[in-house]
């Protein structure tokens, strides 16, 4: 019998192949099914909780100020005005969100333990166990406005006007503001 194309004998088509897909068999194939399957569950749009907070600000105990501040990220990057909030409690937690309304541009958590910093906008976050890392000040503000001692590198100043100024040194990033007492 003439032969032609491969999984057909001339004349009569091969039942366990009668499935044809650009030219690729699919019945018989379980691999290519199965293989179909794990590349649909795995591109759905399941995502479980991303856990970014560390703690959170409800409850007797907390104190929260208000205020303006100017952030520079970089040296040579320009300055970013907004709104600075910050909750702290006397068992080391401490939150600070820097909005540009609508926008929140970061959020900063600190705990005894631990720090959280994440940048909403650029879904991008840090975090980390034992002592916050000198990278970002912002993680350093509240150790700043209780007077304790810094990390080297870091510079804190208040102001006449009531305001202050913390500034990483080697990087160039500062923020500088007032927060309401």
Known sequence: MDQGPPGREFGRQNPRLSVFI???SLAGTRVLWVALLIAVLLSS???TPSG???FTTSGPGWRVQEGQALWRPR?????????IVMASNDSGCC??????????????????????????GN???FGGRH???????????????DGDSLPAGLKFERKPDGGWRLEN???GESVEGFLTP
Do not use: H
């Not at 002592?131 to 406005?145: H, V």
């Open 22 to 24: 650009c030219g690729f």
């Open 45 to 47: 749009g399941c995502q």
């Open 52 to 54: 970014s907070q560390l």
């Open 75 to 83: 040296r040579g990057f320009p300055e970013l005005g907004g709104d």
């Open 95 to 120: 939150l600070i969100q820097f909005a540009k309304t609508p926008l929140t541009l970061l959020v900063a958590q600190t705990t005894r333990t631990n720090w959280l910093i994440e940048f909403p």
């Open 123 to 125: 879904r991008m976050r």
């Open 131 to 145: 002592k916050p890392t000198t990278r970002f000040a912002w993680l350093y503000l509240r150790t700043a406005l």
């Open 169 to 171: 040194s080697s990087s």
